[in-house]
């Protein structure tokens, strides 16, 4: 046992920049990596946290109380590591050594090329094992959240407890840890042959409403505009919104449109567009939509963000196409062009719609209009196919989308999206029933499938023009209203259902090297959820102040989720959207939001779940904290959580997490280091804590 006078490795040294290095570089690794398996906000890159938590779990050999067994073990261990570096063997006899050497393990395995190596795994184990000869220590983590952190102490052959407060952390965590080490390769079978069914099925219910072109082109995406009117007295033009009237910046295929406003005797002025191949920036018209204002390229007049809000509120959003009874376009959404492939040609296309397109969402319509109608019929039996479940106001600033008339979440689907996945889910239902074998895991896959083409088939996908693709609706840690937004054909391209089954069995096969399975609990971190002074290594990751709302953003998600899968209950999907109350995080305030959630708010919650984290931790126990915030405020009230739940720092290393060039660059700031904060039992927590007013 390592005595509680020992320092362990994270409280005197450590290999911030390699870790920081790996940790970036990571960032950019998507075949098989976990994060790929489903969105989860701010994830820790898993280099950092294997890192860490070796650094966690192995004392300092320098220390003076060091046992002697493992510094002898250590030795034997790391010089028996296959294609270890030369100089270990110099460096490594006298104690100093040991500790640059265990370092410099640590930073090689931080490295995700190592990380599923065999070599890698067993010196890791062997270590830890070294170091806890008694039994093998059980690594919890109270804000799982993605899954790192658990994940990682699986991988150091740890015994794991993950728990989270949000439903569909805890879906994601319960596939990650339980799921895959327990099945593996059968699993990713059984989704294989499952997901296959509902593809042929989709495709064949499907086909009608993505229709294919006459010329032997298959359409991969719609590009289209919301729109409002010209309030102006004499116009009474239509407004497309557009953000740009670039299609594509590619160097060898630069395209865009270029518009025409004509006239017609007794009907309000129209614009025309055609597509064209730009030489330059100036060529290209600046867009019709800043900061919420649109411009009238009829008559140039400026239309307020109220009066586009009011607008495109009578449209719940406006992402629908507004018809006649003839099926004619009469309003709302426009079609700008039509993103298309083509055997003969190369690369991405872009033509004008045609009647045919508008036919297709017409007849996409009434079949939705159909489907909620059956469901009306059967006495509304179940959810409804189309989540009508309210946005919450809470989160306002940055879920502005109910500003714009979208107010239930099935409002963020144009219509004929609304119905692909309304099928989707239902055939992933009614194959989770059939499924035998593997159940649960294969059920928790496909509705985190059906959930996660959701992301990429909204209304607030949008087009980004220098890569010629879609950029899925959480582009950022929010959602925003997307006025050019672009509709992805389900059936063809990248963005196709069996690329992401593809994805996840990657990760199946990625993560089944691990080999143990952990344990998943919900759970409110403010409260202990295992028995006082049972755990030796408690490592977390909190919320970071302000900065996600991770519940919120979650029922996105979370409403796709009940209606893909099997109801049994056994998902934790009974709720209407995800629990806020308990969660840990500030809300940024607004007048329509009625949330307590201040910073107030916040200290006390840290401070109760630290002084939970206390209870967990065993007398010789070590804890990690990680956290990242660009505010005094912020780390205020992290540090005041900390100390009034009992904990003392013994150490903190910043960790260069974020690559650079990302959307926001307060995000960026708010993200780009974590400190990973050691902690250790205090004396006692204050008395405010046990009695905390929320
Ligand atoms: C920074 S994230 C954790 C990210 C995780 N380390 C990863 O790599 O994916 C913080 C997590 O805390 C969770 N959370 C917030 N309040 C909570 C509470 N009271 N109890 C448990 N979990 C909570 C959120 O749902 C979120 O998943
Ligand atoms: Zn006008």
Known sequence: MIPKECKRLAEVDFPIAEVSRHSAREKSIRHGHPSTLHLWWARRPLAACRAILMALLLPDPCDDHCPKDFRNNARRILLDHPGRPEKWAKQIS???GLRKTILSFIAEFAN??????????????????????????????????GGSIPLEALRLGCETFASDLNPLACLILRVMLEDIPRHGPALAEELLRVSTEIKKQAEKELAEFYPGDSDGGSPIAYLWARTIRCESPNCGAEIPLIRTFWLCKKANRKRALQYRVLQTKGKPLQVDFEIFEPKSEKEVAPGTVTRARATCICCGAVLPPERVRAQLSEQRGGADVIFDSEGCRIGGARMLAVVTLHSSIQGRNYR??????????????KQLIEILGEWERSGRKGLSPVPDEMIPLTEIRRISVPLYGCTSWGNLFTSRQAMSLSILSSLSRSQSTNSTVLNPGVNRLLALSVSKQAERMSSLVSWITQTSAPRGSFARQALGIVWDYCELVPSVGEQEYSQLIDAMRSVIENLYIIGNVGQVQQHNACEPVLPEKSVPIWFTDPPYYDSVPYAHLSDFFYVWLRRAANPDGSLLLTNQLTPKE??????????????????????????????????????????????????TEGWESLIGGILSGGLIVTASWPIQTERGGRLNAQEQAALATSVHLSVVRGRKMLQSVTGAKY
């Open 352 to 365: 004008l719609p045609i009647d045919k397109d508008y036919q297709a969402v017409y007849k996409a319509q």
């Open 94 to 96: 006298d104690d100093l």
């Open 112 to 145: 995700w090329d190592n990380s599923a190596d065999p070599h890698f795994l067993k010196t890791s184990r062997d270590l830890i094992k070294a170091a806890h000869p008694e039994e093998i220590p059980l690594v919890v983590d109270t804000f799982a959240g």
């Open 582 to 631: 308990n969660e840990c995080v500030v809300d940024r305030p607004h007048r329509l939001s009625a949330s307590i959630k201040n910073n107030e708010y916040f200290e006390c919650m840290m401070a109760r779940a630290m002084a939970a984290g206390r209870t967990l931790l065993a007398d010789n126990g070590i804890g990690s904290i990680v956290f990242a915030h660009k505010t």
